[in-house]
């Protein structure tokens, strides 16, 4: 008996997939299918699939051509599956022709030619092509605008924007409209991604969802709680999607280690110490208050571990001459925890996330909010894991799916849920109006 083996995504199958299964078949007696596992596709670049895990097997199950299906979830698993499996031929479509050779070594390796005029990247373009416009002075910006080249379905087509240096910078990218026209730029765009100064994220998102756009904006939505309400409610009443971009809350690795403490692998939560510092050169940096850029950051993990309900909010802050703060220190004290963050511009510290439990503590290394790595360490160290996981471009591509999904499904998937945004303003419009805020 011929054993053959082929792997591949199978995002919404087409006839392209369906005649390479089908000359796969052909090759010999017994056909294997290896389906890549949604984790591993994202290591590959392979982003905004449409269709679960499960999904994509059950499609290829379908067409009745597959022997055996398989999951492939690691780099180097065919080497493992071929020997494990007894393969005697490996085949893929000719578009990776030359890059599986190294397997002629534990069988044979065959190259089929590619179906032409067909593939799940352009199903996937066509199914959902949103144009999205930015918004702000940022060279940042100019980061997103790379990223979004990596999702399916999203078109960075416009800029609204005064800062000459970013516009030098987009104008020989594909970007058709650039102005600082705001009415004119909503004009041409289905959703916009705001990076202005927070305060005039209410304006831009307002005018924004008016006019039936989606909007993605920067944390914090805004600085005052009730106004994010408002923008809430109006979202609601037009059915658009109004989402904060909180990239860390999309690293895979931070997603995990949320489910972890949940499922409660540390015991009760006791203690969150989250410090977020830098000393850089941005452009808008005698414009922001500290507490605007890294507050939101800091407080992800306490209000999503700990929750929103806490009883004391206590606020310590160091201000510059321009009167915006170059530290602030926020302890958030709940019934029998307490969260703990450290944030500052102008200065460095360690800065690392603990989570501390009853019986053990996650560690993540500095800096924690592009972890791609965490530890969960025990009073026992035999008992400690580390975890890694896959980050790619910071997390800012796999924000861009989950906007991209919640638009063409209506459903927001809740990766940072409403009262923790409306948390965030709340305590930014506390230390925005000095309440109890001390000074040193
Ligand atoms: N394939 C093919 N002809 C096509 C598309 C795919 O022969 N028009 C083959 C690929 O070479 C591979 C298998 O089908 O052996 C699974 O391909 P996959 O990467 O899942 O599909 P694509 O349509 O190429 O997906 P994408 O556009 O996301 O790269």
Redesign the pocket.
């Known amino acids: 008996m011929i054993k053959v083996i ?1 792997y ?4 919404m199958l ?1 006839y ?2 369906i ?2 299964l089908e000359r796969a078949k052909a090759l010999g007696d017994y056909l294997i299918v290896g389906i890549t596992s949604d984790d591993y596709d994202k290591t590959r670049g ?1 982003i905004n699939l449409q269709q679960s895990l499960m999904e994509r097997v059950e499609a290829v199950k379908a067409t009745g051509l597959a022997d055996e299906i398989i999951i492939e979830e690691y780099e180097g698993q065919k080497i493992d599956d071929i020997r494990r499996l007894n393969v005697d031929i490996f085949t ?2 000719s ?2 022709k030359g890059v599986f050779d190294y397997l002629n070594e534990y069988c044979k390796v065959v190259y ?1 030619s ?2 032409e005029g ?5 199903i996937r373009e066509q199914k959902c092509a949103v144009n999205l416009g930015l918004v702000g002075d940022a060279l940042f910006l100019n980061k997103f605008l790379i990223e979004s080249k990596y999702v399916n379905g999203i078109h960075v087509n416009a800029l609204y924007s005064d800062n000459s240096d970013l516009i030098k910078k987009m104008e020989g990218s594909e970007i058709i409209a650039i102005t600082n026209d705001y009415d004119a730029f909503l004009s041409s765009v289905d959703a916009v991604y705001i990076r202005s100064l927070p305060h005039y994220h209410y304006e831009h998102i307002k005018k924004a969802l008016k006019s039936g756009k989606h909007v993605l904006c920067e944390s914090p939505m805004t600085l005052n709680r009730s106004q994010c309400e408002e923008l809430f409610q109006l979202a609601d009443s037009q059915g658009l999607i109004l989402m904060e971009a909180l990239k860390t809350a999309y690293a895979t690795a931070y997603a995990r280690l949320v489910l972890f403490v949940k499922g409660g692998k540390i015991g009760n939560v006791i203690s969150i110490n989250s410090t977020c510092t830098s000393i850089r050169d941005v452009d808008t940096k005698n414009e922001w208050n500290n507490i605007h850029e890294w507050g939101p950051t800091a407080l992800l993990p306490i209000l999503q571990i700990l929750g929103t309900d806490f009883n004391e909010c206590r606020i310590i802050s160091r201000f510059r001459e321009m009167g915006n703060d170059s530290y602030s220190k926020v302890d958030l004290l709940y019934d029998h925890a307490v969260g703990m963050l450290q944030t500052g511009d102008g200065f460095k510290a360690e800065g690392n996330l603990i989570i501390s439990g009853s019986n053990g503590y996650i560690y993540v290394p500095a800096p924690w909010w592009k972890t791609d790595y965490f530890e969960v360490r025990h009073e026992n160290q035999n008992e400690n894991k580390r975890f890694f996981y896959q980050l790619d471009g910071e997390g800012i591509r796999y924000e861009l799916v989950a906007f991209v999904r919640a638009i063409n499904s209506g459903i927001m998937e809740n990766d940072i849920a409403r009262d923790v945004t409306l948390k965030i303003a709340e305590i930014m419009e506390k230390f925005d109006q000095q309440q109890g805020v001390i000074c040193i």
């Open positions: 082929t591949g995504t199978y995002d087409h392209g997939h005649r390479l392979k893929v479509g578009d990776w089929l590619r179906t067909v593939s799940s990247t352009e």
